[in-house]
Structure formats: structure tokens, C-alpha cells
């Protein structure tokens, strides 16, 4: 009873402070199929690191092409195979795997593994090249893991895993990141160490409230949330306004760098323009990104909703 008075407390906390007067550098609307960031439009480009960049990609898709090491009489050769991927809140990729797959009796006898992030996906005119677009691949040792968050940090991602993930040859596997090699684009190659893609420890106190964050924000802010998709993200579709939460864009992870979002079987994401490491801080960028996504609609907006939305 006494962690869930806690977690009732923590978000009643978070709660009680959502409000759009507080101040934020909430930036503009991305175009279709680029994550949006909650300050584009002042964050110099200097202080986006090649880690950040590459991590940005990373967290933006939800499924990845896993490279791992044939065993047997093919032994040595690679395997190609598409995985749905979830990241933890430091970035570490996550997947599902059965042992009945061969991807995953490939990696008992081999842990080494490549995941390839296609951040090419829906690029618009002029970009409709792919090799002008955006992604890494990264490289290092997935092994299977106990920890609950990284379980519910990918059903939350992919919720209609949970009809099978319960299934006794299912199991979570983390991988442990060594090197990444991100494509920006022609010309913009970087190869990125660990300590630049991956560079901090998961934030303890995002990390217990992130649960109580997103039932606030689905619950009591889903007009909120389906902005975020459609004005911030750019991405089309959604609820329309007499259709309910359910039916529509729910926030389904928040991590440092921004937060998920999916409606069906298509996702959005928003970038923050600042480090979110607490549910204070998380408050101060959801809130602006709201207020910013209001302010760019005209007075009845394509969305359906008008600026007199309640806010935050």
C-alpha cells in the first residue's frame, strides 16, 4: 500500500503543476516523417552532437533490421531479420525475441549483433532519394534481461505484443551498445563510441514516474497528446473530435531525449529541445510543446481543435 500512496503522490505532483503558464522554449511543427523538437527553431545546431543526432533516429523508429551470426553448417555467415525495437530512457535498444526464431538461437551461440535504424521512412520531396536520409547502425552484445522497465518500456511501445509476450519462449533482450555508425546523409558519415551515443545512466526519479506521466497525459490530456502528433510531429490521422482516447494518439514512452506516440499502427515523435531527467522538467516541456502546437493552429484547426483547448 505505501509505493502506491507513493506513486499516487508523485503523480498528483505532476498533475498539480501542468499548467501553460509555465515558461518553456517550445519551438515549431517538423514536416511529415521527421521526429519534431520542442525548440527547432533556436537550438543551434552546434549543441546537437553526433550522439544526440544518431540517438534522435534510433528512438524515432519502431522496428530495425537485426544482424546476428549463423551457427551450424552455414557458421559465420550473416542473418538478416526485422525486429520490433523499443529504447530504455538512456537509449539502449530493447527487443522481443522467441527462442524458437533464429535470430535468437543465433545469438545464444553468438551474442554480437547489428541493428540498422531506417530513418528514411516517409522523407517527402525533395528527399524522396533514401540514401539522402538518416541511419545508423549500430553494434554490440544483446543479452536477455530481468528488468521490469525494459518489459514495460516495450509493451508500452508495442502493445499488441502483450497477446504473445506472455508466451513461455518470449523473453526481453537488451542490447549492450558498443559502437554506432550513423549516415546523415551524403557526405555526413560518423562512427560514435558508447560514451557519445549512449552518455547518460538512466534518470531514477523519469524512471518512477514515467508510468504516473503517461495515464496523466493519455487520461486528462489527450487532446494534448494528438497535437503533439499532428501539429508538432506532423504526422496525419487520429481520433476525430467525438471519438475517444482509446481511438486515438496515446503517449506510449518518455524518455530524457522527448516522448512516443502512436495512434493504431502509426507512431510520431516529439524531441525535446533540453534534457528531461524528473517529472518537473518533463511538466515544463509538455506543457510548452502544448502551447506552442495551440498557437500554430489557426483558430479551427485541420486537427479539429481550435486554440481555446484547455491547456496544461
Keep these: 500500500m505505501r509505493r502506491r500512496r507513493n506513486g499516487a503522490a508523485r503523480e498528483n505532483a505532476f498533475v498539480l503543476?501542468?499548467?501553460?503558464?509555465?515558461?518553456?522554449?517550445?519551438?515549431?511543427?517538423?514536416?511529415?516523417?521527421v521526429s519534431a523538437s520542442s525548440d527547432a527553431s533556436t537550438v543551434a545546431a552546434s549543441s546537437v552532437t553526433a550522439g544526440d543526432a544518431a540517438r534522435r533516429v534510433m528512438r524515432a523508429v519502431d522496428r530495425a533490421a537485426l544482424a546476428t551470426a549463423l551457427r551450424g553448417e552455414a557458421e559465420g555467415w550473416p542473418y538478416p531479420s526485422l525486429v520490433q525495437v523499443a529504447l530504455d530512457l538512456d537509449g539502449t535498444p530493447l527487443l522481443l525475441l522467441s527462442t524458437l526464431a533464429d535470430h535468437t538461437k543465433n545469438i545464444a551461440s553468438d551474442p554480437r549483433v547489428g541493428l540498422l535504424f531506417d530513418g528514411t521512412l516517409g522523407l517527402a520531396q525533395p528527399l524522396a532519394q533514401p540514401l539522402a536520409g538518416s541511419r545508423v547502425s549500430v553494434i554490440g552484445r544483446a543479452e536477455r534481461s530481468e528488468e521490469p522497465r525494459h518489459r514495460a518500456r516495450f509493451l508500452a511501445r508495442h502493445p499488441a505484443a502483450s497477446f504473445y509476450a506472455g508466451?513461455?519462449?518470449?523473453?526481453?533482450?537488451a542490447v549492450s551498445v558498443e559502437r554506432a555508425h550513423h549516415v546523415a546523409g551524403f557526405g555526413r558519415v560518423h562512427w560514435i563510441e558508447r560514451a557519445d551515443l549512449l552518455p547518460y545512466a538512466v534518470p531514477a526519479a523519469l524512471a518512477e514516474a514515467e508510468g504516473d506521466i503517461l495515464a496523466h497525459m493519455n487520461a486528462d490530456h489527450a487532446d494534448a497528446v494528438r497535437l503533439y502528433a499532428t501539429v508538432l510531429a506532423g504526422v496525419s490521422g487520429g481520433a476525430a473530435p467525438n471519438e475517444t482516447a482509446e481511438q486515438g494518439w496515446t503517449m506510449t514512452g518518455l524518455d530524457p531525449d522527448g516522448c512516443d506516440l502512436r495512434c493504431g499502427g502509426t507512431i510520431a515523435r516529439v524531441d525535446f529541445d533540453q534534457r528531461v531527467d524528473d517529472p518537473a522538467s518533463a511538466r515544463v516541456n509538455l506543457a510548452g510543446l502544448a502551447r506552442r502546437a495551440r498557437q500554430t493552429l489557426p483558430p479551427t484547426g485541420t486537427t479539429g481543435v481550435g486554440t481555446g483547448s484547455p491547456g496544461l
Design 17 to 33: 503543476g501542468m499548467s501553460s503558464d509555465q515558461p518553456s522554449n517550445a519551438g515549431g511543427p517538423s514536416g511529415p516523417g
Design 167 to 173: 508466451f513461455g519462449d518470449f523473453a526481453i533482450y
